[in-house]
């Protein structure tokens, strides 16, 4: 990750960017095709990079208000940006669950199967 003064912030994990200020991620050069919701959420976790993140911050950050008894948005949209991250990077892992705590952003490798 890195920034400065007179550069927007730039994200960047293994073969993954985001550009905030641009709207947009690529992964290996390509442009995703993401909702709003799917970058921001992605920006979120980004910025936090190998540190683990409640769902209620998530939903915080992303949809602006406290999170509501149930709601399951949060997982929805982290299962449909996985999606997306491994149909682009089938190579690598980004996002990765921590049961009863939340999510951590890291950009893992993923091992090949002999």
Known sequence: MS???AEPLILTAGPLVVEPS???ARAGGLTLNLSARELRLLVELASRADRIVAREQLYQLVWERPLRPGDRSVDVYVRKLRVKLSLALPEW???HTHFGFGYRFA???RRSVP
């Open 3 to 5: 920034t400065t003064a």
């Open 22 to 24: 641009e709207h947009l």
């Open 107 to 109: 950009a893992q490798r």
């Open 93 to 95: 892992s980004f996002i």
